[in-house]
C-alpha cells in the first residue's frame, strides 16, 4: 500500500526565516511520482512540482527547493526567505505508474508566516 | 486562463435530500477526478475516470455515491441520500495522461463545500 506522511502538522515562522516542510513515503514501486500542491486560504490547490523515482536531482525555483533522497524515502520542500503569501496547507502525494495514477495524499502542513 | 470549474461552491442541505455536484474539466483534459477532503481523513480520491471511464471508484460509499461523465466537458457526483458525515469539500481535478507515465499535474477546482443537516 501506498503512503505519505508529514509529520508536522503546523509550523509557524517568521517572515524571512527559511523553513523546511518534510515528507515520508511509502511505497512497493518502482517507478512513482512525487508531488507538492499548495492549498492557500481561498481553497484550490495549486501544483508546485512533480519529480520521478528515478530522478533524484534536488530542483530550485526561485525561492522554493526540493531534496528527493530515495535511501530515506523523503521529498522535502524548503522555503527560503519565507513571505506572508506563502501561508497555506501543503501537500505531498504520490503515485505509482502502470494504471493506477491516483495521488495519494499526506494530511498536509499548515504554514503560518507571521510579519 | 483554463480552469476546472466546480458548482456549486457551497451546498447546504438537510439529511436525507439529494445532491449533485458538477464539474467542468479543462478543455482536452482526458482524467477527471474527484477528491473528499476532511479534517480528518484529508484528501481521499473518490473516484476517477480516464476518456471518460471510470477507472476506480473504490474510495466511494457505492450505496449514496454514484459518479459519472456524461461527456467530456461534465462530471458529476451525486449523493442520494445524503448523511451528516457526508459534509465536506468536494474537489474535482483534471489531467492529461496516457495511463502508462503516471499521473501528471492535475488542475483542481476550487472545490464545493457540502454542509448536510
Known amino acids: 500500500a501506498q503512503k505519505v506522511t508529514q509529520a508536522q502538522t503546523e509550523i509557524s515562522v517568521v517572515e524571512k526565516e527559511d523553513v523546511t516542510l518534510d515528507c515520508v513515503y511509502e511505497t512497493r514501486d518502482t517507478t512513482y511520482y512525487l508531488f507538492w500542491y499548495k492549498q492557500p486560504p481561498s481553497g484550490e490547490l495549486v501544483f508546485l512540482i512533480r519529480r520521478n523515482s528515478f530522478d533524484e536531482q534536488n530542483e530550485i525555483s526561485g525561492r522554493y527547493s526540493w531534496n528527493f533522497q530515495k535511501s530515506t524515502s523523503s521529498f522535502n520542500f524548503t522555503i527560503t526567505a519565507s513571505q506572508v503569501v506563502d501561508s497555506a496547507v501543503y501537500f505531498c502525494?504520490?503515485?505509482?505508474?502502470?494504471?493506477?495514477?491516483?495521488?495519494?495524499f499526506g494530511k498536509g502542513t499548515k504554514l503560518t508566516v507571521n510579519p | 486562463d483554463a480552469r476546472v470549474t466546480q458548482t456549486p461552491r457551497d451546498k447546504v442541505t438537510e439529511m436525507g435530500q439529494e445532491v449533485t455536484m458538477r464539474c467542468q474539466p479543462i478543455?482536452?483534459?482526458?482524467?477527471v477526478f474527484w477528491y473528499r477532503q476532511t479534517m480528518m481523513q484529508g484528501l481521499e480520491l473518490l473516484a476517477y475516470f480516464r476518456n471518460r471511464a471510470p477507472l476506480d471508484d473504490s474510495g466511494m460509499p457505492k450505496d449514496r455515491f454514484s459518479a459519472e461523465m456524461p461527456d467530456a466537458t461534465l462530471a458529476t457526483l451525486k449523493i442520494q441520500p445524503s448523511e451528516p458525515r457526508d459534509s465536506a469539500v468536494y474537489f474535482c481535478?483534471?489531467?492529461?495522461?496516457?495511463?502508462?507515465?503516471?499521473?501528471?499535474?492535475?488542475?483542481f477546482g476550487e472545490g464545493s463545500r457540502l454542509t448536510v443537516l
Open positions: 502525494a504520490l503515485s505509482s505508474q502502470g494504471g493506477s495514477e491516483k495521488l495519494v
Open positions: 478543455l482536452g483534459h482526458n482524467t
Open positions: 481535478a483534471s489531467g492529461t495522461s496516457s495511463g502508462r507515465a503516471g499521473a501528471g499535474e492535475l488542475f
